[in-house]
């Protein structure tokens, strides 16, 4: 009897032990099943749109479209048509090739939005190399073609009837003035880009039509340059002066020299005609002002500080000022909900200053001056009030 138990219970242990072992067998291959399941998963997250996408602007409603590139649909693909030749053939890290939709649509975000490179390759998942890349590429594509959509017509009579209407002031072909964009610190010649509110910027100078399209752009003269003198040295200033467009006049503030072909407005006026001539001038200069206002209410990366080197910055300022006149042409809606004023000149007074990067030349220079400064007026001192 007691070897039949001993029978039963070892055969009830091996069948216990088969039954662990088929269910550990069973234990691991579903744990196998689950992590593939997963590593499936995740690649269905990513294959779609890195492999699998055929038109990334179908990504996007018809509002955030524009909320997030200023323009629509058409008129990406109308930009896009205008540069694709001339932007270079570029493949990130993971050997994908940047098509020139998804350029433009990483250059267009920048200068919507102002913000980080990091931040805009977050909405198109490319990394900040590639953003920096691409802004680069397609802000010098656009100021290439620049000449093509920065111009004054053949007619000047349309130009000089469109501002006749305003204040009935003849002769008038454009309003010029100027305008600083801020930007980081540069390393060379940083004293140069120091403008009058003591931040480091670039001083454009642009002239608009009566419509605040921009005729004329120079966006590479940093900001301790002048006005007049940027106006005096700019090819647009020579055609004037050499009397290229004939009687036609520009409409400057007291920035400028009063030229016959520039007219500035009178100083102190007490006389009623010199007073009537100030109010129709400001009316009809005002148009390069709200010009101005649009194209840093369009492009937000104007009213921030740019972070990039000042030659760049140049390609990016003409580049918006390319567009600006291509969002008017396209009729493109301005959204009053993009938070940005029109009139810029209450930002540069808020600005903060910024300390000046001594150069070593120059503080030795100056403590020199200050020494012999210190010694003269011991002398003085002691000739006034002997011990």
């Known amino acids: 009897m007691a070897d039949y138990c001993n029978d039963v219970i070892d055969e009830f242990l091996e069948d216990m032990g088969n039954l662990t072992d088929n269910f550990d067998d069973l234990s691991t291959g579903s744990d196998n099943e689950f992590r593939a399941e997963n ?28 909320a997030t590139f200023r323009f629509d649909r058409p008129s990406i693909e109308f930009i896009t048509a205008l540069i694709a ?58 100021s290439l ?29 454009g309003s010029i003035d100027g305008t600083h964009i801020r930007i980081q610190r540069p390393i060379l010649y940083e ?37 007049s003198s940027i106006f005096k040295g700019s090819a ?26 520039l007219f500035i407005p009178y100083h102190d006026p007490v006389e009623g005609y010199k007073i009537r001539f100030n109010r129709a001038h400001k009316s009809t200069r005002c148009t390069i002002e709200r010009s101005f206002g649009i194209l840093k209410k369009r492009f937000h990366v104007l009213h921030s500080e ?27 809606p301005l959204d009053d909900n993009w938070d940005v004023d029109g009139d810029d000149s209450h930002q540069e007074g808020n600005m903060p200053e910024l300390e000046i990067r001594p150069t070593g030349t120059i503080t030795q220079k100056e403590a020199a001056l200050r020494r012999l400064g210190n010694t003269k007026r011991d002398r003085v001192a002691s000739k006034t009030f002997p011990r």
Not at 147 to 173: C, M, S, T, W
Request: glycine residues 6%; charged residues 20%.
């Open 306 to 332: 740019i972070r990039m080197s000042p030659t760049k910055v140049s390609w990016v300022i003409v580049a918006c000022c390319v567009l600006h006149n291509i969002a008017i042409d396209l009729k493109m």
């Open 145 to 173: 073609i620049s000449a093509n959509h920065i111009q004054f017509p053949d007619n000047l009579n349309n130009l000089k009837r469109e501002y006749a209407e305003i204040a009935r002031i003849p002769g008038v072909i």
């Open 236 to 261: 647009i200033g020579k055609k004037f002066e050499s009397g290229f467009f004939g009687t036609s006049i520009l409409l400057g503030d007291s920035g400028y020299c009063n030229t016959p072909f």
């Open 39 to 66: 590593r499936r998963a995740k690649k269905s997250r990513l294959i779609p749109f890195y492999r699998t996408r055929k038109d990334i602007l179908s990504y996007f409603s018809a509002d955030k479209l524009m």
């Open 191 to 227: 004293k140069a880009y120091v403008n009058r509110k003591n931040y480091h910027s670039i001083n454009v100078q642009a002239i608009c039509d009566a419509g605040h399209k921009f005729l004329s752009v120079c966006g590479t003269k940093p900001g301790s340059c002048h006005d």
């Open 85 to 142: 030749d001339i932007l270079p053939r570029r493949k990130t890290k993971a050997q994908r090739n940047l098509l020139p939709l998804d350029m433009v649509l990483i250059a267009l975000q920048f200068y919507a939005t102002g913000t980080f490179q990091t931040v805009v390759g977050n909405v198109l998942r490319y990394s900040q190399p590639s953003v920096s890349r691409s802004i680069a590429a397609v802000s010098l594509s656009l």
